[in-house]
């Protein structure tokens, strides 16, 4: 009963932090008209967001050892809602930035910590559902945003809406911190008493924290394409919900409203996908679910950049994209134990994730900027040149296996 519950907790946190995911790519085209800003101009944000972002997740080992994952997901779910309340009230793109952030504090230790509870106390099926959560999420997102701009006139009431859901959800996460501690209390002393080696590297001054980390990186052995993984994952997922609608209604001649829906197709695909993956990943394996999903992706981008049948091939395209992005992320996350170890993987997982935020915030920058230069065709091949750097690097962390002796760092 207790699982169940606390289940159906961690699915709602997976929705909360999709939420806000979605809603930049669409709302940027008014937003950036609203404070004279260039297209590019999101990626002021999002450098902002992910500085808070990075700091908290390569610090979450330390982070969420002392205050526990419940806590954690709790608070920063206050922080983001608040920040997206502050979106919706500010006047000033300046104050705009300061909101960024909390919002990349509250973003980066819980999502190390959620990926890192998944992945050690459930299954494979379980990673792919509750990712499907974040889909759901970021699906929800650009609809609630695209609803505000159309009925509403303003992509203000959009983000007010998801504040009252991220604020809501945060109230219930603090009304259930006792279920984290009471989900298989005897594997939780297991792990404690196994990762004594991490937690001394973790409670060590800054200095020598920082030098074991770089040590960490270049010694332990498939920690940097892990992070590169990652890096090129998210940048790639990032570039299509952030430019998408920019690119449909500048370079395709797409409807304000049809680029909003397109968008969250997008991720609606990525939701679908998940759920479906989850039926039979443990029996094709998580290796073969990732390669399969970067064919379908392939064939996704093709559709996309296509200069034809834009009514046609473009949501089909996305379809795909979201669709062959789907397993990357929640499959590649749930391996991080088994290449690692259950006693670092919660370090991995926050590196990773730290590496994450870095593809977040610099990737979708450097394609906005040359799109903005250029042409925004650059848009959607920007983003296929990151997912084969994705595929390049996900197959050599496929040769990486856990060595017991790799402990000692």
């Known amino acids: 009963m207790i699982t169940a519950i606390l289940l159906l907790i961690i699915y709602l946190a997976f929705v909360s932090l999709g939420l806000p995911d979605g809603i930049m790519g669409v709302a940027w085209p008014e937003m950036r008209h609203t404070f004279s800003m260039p297209l590019a101009g999101a ?25 526990g994952t419940g806590l954690v997901v709790g608070v920063s779910c206050i922080l983001t809602g608040l920040g997206m309340l502050g979106f919706g009230l500010s006047r000033s793109f300046f104050f705009l930035v300061l909101l960024c952030i909390p919002l990349g504090i509250g973003a980066g230790a819980v999502d190390t910590g959620l990926n890192d509870y998944v992945a050690t106390h459930f299954s494979s099926r379980h990673m792919n559902w509750l ?98 993984v990652f890096f090129f994952y998210v940048g790639m997922e990032t570039c299509i919900g952030l430019w998408s609608a ?43 679910s990732v390669r399969l999903g970067s064919v379908i992706s392939v064939i996704g981008f093709v559709c996309l950049i296509l200069p034809v049948a834009t009514e046609v091939l473009c949501p089909v395209g996305l379809c795909l994209i979201g669709l062959g992005f ?21 370090i991995a997982i926050g590196y990773q994730m730290g590496m994450a935020n870095i593809g977040y915030t610099l990737l979708p920058i450097l394609v906005g900027a040359v799109a903005g230069v250029t042409t925004l065709w650059i848009i959607p091949a920007g983003a296929f040149l990151l997912l084969l750097c994705f595929v390049i690097f996900s197959e050599k962390l496929g040769r990486v296996h856990y060595e017991p002796a790799a402990d000692v760092f």
């Open 326 to 346: 789907a397993p990357m992320y929640p499959c590649t996350m749930q391996d991080t134990p088994l290449r690692f170890g259950r006693e670092f993987s919660q």
């Open 43 to 67: 990626g002021y944000l999002t450098v902002v967001a992910t500085i808070g972002t990075v700091i908290s997740a390569f610090s979450s080992g330390h982070i969420l050892k002392k205050y």
């Open 246 to 288: 920019s690119y449909l209604r500048s370079a395709r001649h797409v409807s304000v409203y049809n680029a909003g829906i397109w968008v969250s197709v997008f991720y609606l695909s990525i939701t679908v996908g998940r759920i479906l993956i989850g039926f039979f990943v443990e029996k094709i394996g998580t290796r073969t």
């Open 131 to 228: 990712h499907a959560c974040w889909g759901l999420g970021a699906f929800c997102g650009p609809l609630i945003m695209t609803q505000a701009i159309v009925a509403g006139g303003s992509w203000r009431i959009g983000y007010i809406a998801v504040a009252v859901i991220q604020l809501t959800l945060a109230l219930i996460f603090l009304l259930t911190l006792r279920l984290w501690s009471l989900h298989s209390p005897e594997h939780e002393k297991e792990r404690k008493t196994a990762a004594s080696a991490v937690k001394s590297a973790v409670h060590a001054p800054l200095q020598q924290r920082v030098q074991n980390g770089f040590r960490m990186i270049l010694h332990r052995k498939g920690l940097l394409p892990a992070m590169l």
